[in-house]
């Protein structure tokens, strides 16, 4: 099975920081991949799938990048609202579906 | 507005099985590939299984292969996840999540399973 890699686990930034956090596949899975958003006792939002295609709704400080093996997931200025833990997954066909371990990002 | 409802959740022996269950309303159901995804207390999100829109195929995670059976009813709009085997390290939050294009676009609000004896 296609393998993820998430880093940081953590991040601490402020308001107004540009965030960036990166997901690495163990396999090319091409442009197969989305990001999610999820708050404490919530179920996960999709933010970003095709690895940089925006949800609709979804706001446009957010943006993803990459193919292949490499992909990052940025938040340009830091909101309030932001502060949530983000996972990668990668949806490559003829493979089970695998989540990254996460990326919680604090108030600094 | 679809809505994801998800039932079937409590407390179960080790060994033991388990049947959750997914209401899904307002859209088509059958137009959708519907997956399980699960989360263990204070751990990050798991996937656990993929059934195609029409039932034609179905994918697991290792750590499920063999135990658990996800299956639909498009007559009723409900998916399934059938757990047999029940360890300790089944415990979690079941999500039933769909998936409209690409993606996990829809989910639901999540049905406790515990595995303890």
């Known amino acids: 099975d296609i393998q993820m890699t998430q880093s940081p686990a953590t991040l601490s930034a402020s308001l107004g920081d540009r965030v960036t956090i990166t997901c690495r596949a163990s396999q090319t899975i091409n442009s197969w991949l989305a990001w999610y958003q999820q708050k404490p006792g919530k179920a996960p939002n999709l933010l970003i799938y095709?690895?940089?295609t925006l949800e609709t709704g979804v706001p446009s400080r957010f943006s993803g990048s990459g193919s292949g093996t490499e992909f990052t997931l940025t938040i340009s200025s830091l909101q309030p609202d932001d502060f949530a833990t983000y996972y990668c997954?990668?949806?490559?066909?003829?493979?089970?579906?695998?989540f990254g371990q996460g990326t919680k990002v604090e108030i600094k | 507005q679809v809505q994801l409802v998800e039932s079937g959740g409590g407390v179960v022996q080790p060994g033991r099985s388990l049947r959750l269950s997914c209401e899904v309303s307002g859209s088509t159901f059958s137009s959708y590939g519907m997956h399980w995804v699960r989360q263990a207390p204070g751990k990050g999100l798991e996937w656990v299984a993929l059934?195609?829109?029409?039932?034609?195929?179905?994918y697991y995670a290792d750590s499920v292969k063999g135990r658990f059976t996800i299956s639909r009813d498009n007559t009723k709009n409900t998916l399934y996840l059938q757990m047999n085997s029940l360890r300790a390290e089944d415990t979690a939050v079941y999500y039933c999540?769909?998936?409209?294009?690409?993606?996990?676009?829809?989910w639901g609000q999540g049905t406790l399973v515990t595995v303890s004896s």
């Open positions: 059934i195609w829109y029409d039932g034609s195929d179905k």
């Open positions: 999540a769909a998936e409209e294009l690409e993606g996990l676009n829809f």
């Open positions: 095709k690895a940089s």
């Open positions: 997954q990668q949806y490559n066909t003829d493979s089970p579906w695998t």
